[in-house]
């Protein structure tokens, strides 16, 4: 059984797989051979079907008994895109940066974990990683059947470490402790189309569709909380579809999404603008989708440990915050405290992304530590 492994190597063989979500690529496969060598017991498991599944999923576990400490991440990635110096799916290094779709968000950081735990083989407790292929798509089949496969066999991790990449200028320098909620909503606001000229036979919808946005314009939903700014809704679509100059249209689309701190909750923030879309436009249609509730993650054992573990090694004294999108912690803070620490950015989601190659030397280090005072 080998003691080491490279992270830069293992980051550049977990790109070179095609896993666009939620196609496994070979990514989950190399994980468990990686894994298995480090003493880890590794169960995988498919689940969901077309068109959002099949979703690949791993559940890896050394060790027993407590305390248990996890990290989760996912092996899918966003699709490339067109446009990029090098080939997205073979990694490069120029200049001391590795490139590769997916370098930063997230197989790069789970190639530092698997490192760091290989370098911590003689942890007490158990060890864990909790591996979704459906982070970046519907999220419907990864974490979340990942979170009931752990149940059905009374698995708890005790805290859990996400590695996606919070640093904004430094590695190091930022931890997420929360995250803000999400909810989309769509209103289909119905009119009755007819000629402008006989206004009396149509209903036009656009009045109703303005008083709507306007009331939701200027809604106040808080003034912030101590970890989160105020949260805030955003009208992104207003569609009336009507290319003609002399034509009453028949409907408004709107599309609308709220960014929500720990005030709210996502079916409260729903009903409220019902109740508008209702007085405005009574038998308008309306939708809503909840992608997340708003949770945080009070400042403590897990966040200390991650962040003395950041500054052992880099010298930073990391903040906490809770900005940013959606990501899996919106399931796993369910079962445990739950923090996120990984590596940069700036690249992420992006052309050409790319990360540091001594930033997945100094995560390793980062990560290997944080076992080490989780399980030491």
Same mark, same amino acid.
């Given at each position: 059984?080998?003691?080491?492994?490279?992270?830069?190597?293992?980051?550049?063989?977990?790109?070179?797989?095609?896993?666009?979500?939620?196609?496994?690529?070979?990514?989950?496969?190399?994980?468990?051979?990686?894994?298995?060598?480090?003493? #880890?017991?590794?169960?995988?498991?498919?689940?969901?079907?077309?068109?959002?599944?099949?979703?690949? $999923?791993? #559940?890896?576990?050394?060790?027993?008994?407590?305390?248990?400490?996890?990290?989760?991440?996912?092996? +899918?990635?966003?699709?490339?895109?067109? *446009?990029?110096?090098?080939?997205?799916?073979?990694?490069?290094?120029?200049?001391?940066?590795?490139?590769?779709?997916?370098?930063?968000?997230?197989?790069?950081?789970?190639?530092?974990?698997?490192?760091?735990?290989?370098?911590?083989?003689?942890?007490?407790?158990?060890?864990?990683?909790?591996?979704?292929?459906?982070?970046?798509?519907?999220?419907?089949?990864?974490? @979340?059947?990942?979170?009931?496969?752990?149940?059905?066999?009374?698995?708890?991790?005790?805290?859990?470490?996400?590695?996606?990449?919070?640093?904004?200028?430094?590695?190091?320098?930022?931890?997420?402790?929360? @995250?803000?909620?999400?909810?989309?909503?769509?209103?289909?606001?119905?009119?009755?189309?007819?000629?402008?000229?006989?206004?009396?036979?149509?209903?036009?919808?656009?009045?109703?569709?303005?008083?709507?946005?306007?009331?939701?314009?200027?809604?106040?939903?808080? +003034?912030?909380? +101590?970890? #989160?700014?105020?949260?805030?809704?955003?009208?992104?679509?207003?569609?009336?579809?009507?290319?003609?100059? $002399?034509?009453?249209?028949?409907?408004?689309?709107?599309?609308? $999404?709220?960014?929500?701190?720990?005030?709210?909750?996502?079916?409260?923030?729903?009903?409220?603008?019902?109740?508008?879309?209702?007085?405005?436009?009574?038998?308008?249609?309306?939708?809503?989708?909840?992608?997340?509730?708003?949770?945080?993650?009070?400042?403590?054992?897990?966040?200390?440990?991650? *962040?003395?573990?950041?500054?052992?090694?880099?010298?930073?004294?990391?903040?906490?915050?809770?900005?940013?999108?959606?990501? +899996?912690?919106?399931?796993?803070?369910?079962?445990?405290?739950?923090?996120?620490?990984?590596?940069?950015?700036?690249?992420?989601?992006?052309?050409?992304?790319?990360?540091?190659?001594?930033?997945?030397?100094?995560?390793?280090?980062?990560?290997?530590?944080?076992?080490?005072?989780?399980?030491?």
């Amino acid at each position: 059984m080998s003691d080491t492994i490279d992270p830069v190597a293992l980051a550049a063989d977990l790109i070179a797989c095609p896993s666009v979500t939620p196609e496994e690529g070979g990514a989950q496969a190399l994980l468990e051979e990686t894994l298995s060598a480090q003493g #880890f017991e590794v169960h995988r498991f498919e689940a969901g079907a077309p068109p959002d599944g099949p979703v690949p $999923n791993l #559940f890896a576990t050394r060790g027993s008994g407590g305390p248990h400490f996890a990290f989760a991440g996912h092996t +899918d990635v966003v699709p490339p895109g067109a *446009g990029w110096a090098s080939y997205p799916f073979e990694p490069e290094q120029r200049g001391g940066l590795l490139y590769g779709r997916g370098a930063v968000d997230m197989k790069g950081a789970i190639a530092c974990f698997a490192a760091g735990a290989a370098r911590r083989r003689d942890h007490r407790g158990t060890l864990s990683l909790i591996i979704t292929g459906d982070e970046e798509g519907a999220a419907v089949h990864g974490t @979340r059947a990942l979170i009931d496969w752990m149940a059905e066999r009374a698995i708890q991790p005790d805290m859990i470490l996400i590695g996606e990449p919070t640093s904004e200028a430094r590695l190091g320098d930022t931890i997420k402790i929360g @995250r803000r909620g999400s909810v989309n909503m769509f209103i289909h606001v119905v009119g009755t189309q007819a000629h402008v000229a006989y206004p009396h036979q149509g209903d036009n919808p656009i009045p109703k569709a303005m008083r709507i946005a306007s009331r939701l314009h200027e809604m106040t939903l808080d +003034d912030g909380h +101590d970890w #989160f700014q105020p949260s805030n809704l955003e009208i992104t679509t207003v569609d009336v579809d009507n290319p003609a100059h $002399n034509v009453i249209p028949g409907s408004v689309f709107m599309r609308l $999404n709220i960014r929500f701190n720990v005030h709210h909750k996502g079916d409260a923030l729903v009903e409220a603008v019902r109740a508008i879309v209702e007085e405005e436009a009574p038998g308008s249609r309306f939708e809503a989708s909840i992608s997340g509730e708003a949770f945080v993650t009070e400042p403590g054992e897990l966040s200390d440990l991650v *962040g003395a573990a950041i500054t052992e090694v880099t010298g930073l004294s990391p903040a906490l915050s809770t900005g940013g999108g959606t990501s +899996d912690a919106r399931f796993l803070h369910k079962l445990c405290p739950v923090v996120e620490f990984g590596l940069l950015n700036a690249t992420m989601h992006k052309l050409d992304e790319a990360v540091a190659v001594e930033d997945l030397e100094q995560l390793t280090r980062i990560y290997e530590s944080v076992i080490g005072r989780a399980l030491g």
